[in-house]
């Protein structure tokens, strides 16, 4: 069962006041235990309504009003969405959380509608099934899409290097050695046991994934990695950083789509696109 948990505004939250350290605090320990129990799925809380637009429909008249508006007690401040057994635990809940302003305040639970409550209604199943069809296009929308790369057991000389010359910063590692289940006999090339089964690491915003493999021997084909940066001296660092013991592929030099950009094959096999963004004139 999904609901809203509507944090009721008031003149305080209005007038822009800010929490207290403290009541931020306990604030942050109460989502921990939401999101600890499984029950939250999201929660935001919302700027004054000065700073907010309404839309008025009359007909096919649109009226744009802003803010702030009056009747501060039905505004809303800030709000989750629980995902609960029963609204009975969300009342539970509720009872539980400290009280989200500093004088007296009111929080509101509605249940979503959900398919079944349509089902009466006439062309509800076509609708449905476009509900099911956007629902999916938004968690495709929302996925991630990460590169995952195969080191032939150099996957720790590869993780030093980018740490050094990219900025790279290492996330999570496990060895093959460290499997919490045995490993089929044979897997592994001799010598492999220690190597890498698993790695995290980013470089810049973007997450890649990695791993020795099982043995030697693999190649990288059909594909680059990309790497905007903002300075054309930085550029140039890190070209020549991957260029070393690698190859140039194509010079940095100026495109009609980059002020500079290269292509270049690091030592390991990997093939890097090193840019900087593009400006009005490109």
């Known amino acids: 069962?999904?609901?809203?948990?509507?944090v009721k505004a008031s003149t305080d939250s209005e007038a822009g006041k800010m929490p207290s350290s403290e009541l931020l605090e306990a604030m942050g320990n109460f989502n921990q235990e939401l999101v600890n129990a499984g029950i939250m799925e999201s929660?935001?809380?919302?700027?004054?309504?000065?700073q907010g637009y309404r839309v008025r429909f009359s007909?096919?008249?649109?009226?744009?009003?802003?803010?702030?508006?009056?009747?501060?007690n039905e505004l809303i401040a800030g709000y989750w969405i629980w995902n609960v057994s029963s609204m009975e635990e969300a009342l539970e809940w509720a009872k539980k959380c400290p009280n989200p302003m500093e004088v007296d305040s009111d929080l509101e639970i509605r249940p979503f509608y959900s398919m079944e409550?349509?089902?009466?209604?006439?062309?509800?199943?076509?609708?449905?099934?476009?509900?099911?069809?956007?629902?999916?296009?938004?968690?495709?929308?929302q996925a991630n899409l990460n590169?995952?790369?195969?080191?032939?057991?150099?996957c720790e000389e590869a993780l030093d290097y980018y740490q050094t010359h990219l900025g790279a910063r290492l996330?999570?590692?496990?060895?093959?050695?460290?499997?919490?289940?045995?490993?089929?006999?044979?897997?592994?090339?001799?010598?492999?046991?220690?190597?890498v089964m698993h790695c995290e690491f980013c470089?810049?915003?973007?997450k890649v994934l990695a791993s020795d493999g099982c043995g030697?021997?693999?190649?990288?084909?059909?594909?680059?990695?990309?790497?905007?940066?903002?300075?054309?001296?930085?550029?140039?660092?890190?070209?020549?950083?991957?260029a070393d013991d690698g190859e140039v592929n194509m010079p940095l030099a100026e495109t009609f789509w980059s002020p500079l950009y290269g292509q270049v094959t690091d030592k390991f096999g990997i093939a890097w696109m090193i840019m900087l963004p593009a400006t009005e004139s490109h």
């Open 1 to 6: 069962m999904k609901v809203m948990v509507i």
């Open 117 to 141: 409550d349509f089902a009466d209604i006439e062309g509800s199943a076509d609708v449905e099934a476009q509900e099911k069809e956007m629902q999916q296009t938004i968690s495709l929308q």
């Open 43 to 50: 929660g935001d809380g919302l700027k004054p309504s000065s």
């Open 147 to 154: 590169n995952y790369l195969f080191f032939s057991g150099r």
């Open 59 to 72: 007909g096919k008249e649109r009226a744009v009003t802003q803010g702030p508006f009056a009747e501060t």
């Open 216 to 242: 030697e021997g693999n190649t990288f084909s059909g594909f680059s990695l990309a790497l905007t940066v903002n300075t054309s001296d930085l550029a140039h660092r890190i070209f020549a950083a991957l």
């Open 203 to 206: 470089v810049g915003d973007s």
């Open 171 to 195: 996330g999570m590692l496990m060895r093959f050695s460290d499997s919490p289940e045995p490993l089929p006999e044979g897997m592994l090339s001799p010598g492999f046991e220690n190597k």
